[in-house]
């Protein structure tokens, strides 16, 4: 015999209910509409005892909305971005929607493979990290309607929901910290890459060492060498052969990590006698000897800026409203390794 297929209605005939209200429960919207926790927990406890799993798919493609959003960025396990998306993922949880997080590896054929999965699927945002080809997709979403916000860098020419640091700034105050602590000779160690907030970062450095009439010296790690070993090697062999180098700026925080596995191994002596900043934090930087100056990136503030900025989208659906470029500060986190060597 062909099992009875359970249906919200069915639900709300066997506990004398409405359906609406088993959908609110069901979505996780019982304390925003009111309903009690005693019936909250009886419509729970039914579902898991009959295991009822609804066809979210064709629930989306009835009502439109699968209360589902996208958070894709570059690499899930950099703890920059792990960190953000628990924070994202509370807030949606709070507000009845689930988050699917994935990495696009900074590649373009798999940013747009996940893009086009998720689309058919009819998530109901996305928040995205973009791969540096990706701004015909993005536009192509925007001019959908589906709501859409670019974190960490954007594309200048493309209208579109933007929520970034002052990149350039930071860097700037965080090259004037080791100039003001007696550092002439800094070198900066960043990828080879045009991403926005990568070329702001190093513009940063720049301007500061320039005015101070000191002469830059800069690496680019080639983006396909970043986390490989190879990144080690020319971290190691470039802080040991820079001119009369006493202090280095990572623009990101898995080059610092990449050198200080390098240095500690091959020449710990440079851990003690150069001053170092890295951009991210990272609770690593905390702990290890000497604990290590880093430009935190506001996490809490972030996430709820974006969260906030794509509810509001999902409000006005049928609304194309202005884009928004949100430009938060960065904090520098001063440590013992951007003291001046002398004084540590």
């Not at 709070?94 to 997080?101: A, L, M, N, R, T």
């Not at 998720?118 to 998530?123: A, D, E, G, L, N």
């Not at 020419?157 to 000779?185: P, Q």
Request: glycine fraction near 2%; charge should be neutral.
């Amino acid at each position: 015999m062909k099992k009875k297929q359970v249906s919200l209605k069915s639900i709300a005939e066997a506990l004398n209910t409405s359906s609406t209200t088993v959908s609110f429960i069901l979505n996780g919207k019982a304390e925003e509409k009111h309903i009690s926790a005693k019936l909250t927990k009886k419509v729970l406890d039914y579902v898991a005892e009959i295991n009822y799993q609804p066809n979210q798919l064709a629930k989306s493609l009835r009502t439109g909305r699968s209360n589902i959003l996208v958070f894709m960025v570059e690499d899930i396990s950099n703890s920059f971005f792990s960190r953000l998306a628990r924070v994202i993922e509370d807030i949606a949880y709070k507000k009845g929607y689930k988050v699917i997080f994935c990495s696009n590896e900074n590649d373009d054929n798999k940013s747009i493979e996940l893009i086009n999965l998720f689309t058919f699927r009819q998530v109901d945002g996305f928040i995205i990290v973009p791969s540096p080809g990706l701004a015909p997709v993005i536009k192509k979403l925007v001019d959908e309607n589906i709501p859409v916000i670019l974190l960490d860098r954007y594309f200048e020419d493309l209208e579109c929901n933007i929520v970034v640091i002052n990149n350039k700034e930071a860097s700037y105050e965080a090259t004037m910290h080791l100039i003001k602590n007696g550092y002439k000779n800094i070198v900066f160690i960043t990828t080879d890459t045009q991403q926005t907030q990568m070329l702001a970062r190093l513009e940063g450095y720049k301007q500061a060492v320039q005015e101070n009439a000191l002469v830059p010296q800069v690496l680019f790690i080639p983006f396909k060498d970043t986390h490989t070993p190879e990144s080690k090697v020319l971290i190691l062999n470039f802080l040991k052969n820079a001119q009369h180098k006493d202090a280095v700026f990572f623009a990101t925080n898995y080059l610092t990590l990449k050198a200080l596995e390098a240095l500690k191994k091959n020449a710990p002596e440079l851990t003690e006698t150069l001053g170092m900043v890295t951009f991210d934090d990272n609770d690593f930087f905390s702990v290890l000897t000497p604990t290590i100056t880093a430009v935190s990136q506001p996490l809490w503030e972030m996430g709820n800026q974006l969260m906030e900025l794509m509810l509001n989208l999902l409000k006005t659906k049928d609304v194309v409203p202005l884009p928004k470029k949100i430009v938060l500060d960065a904090e520098l986190v001063v440590r013992n390794s951007s003291i001046s060597v002398t004084t540590r």
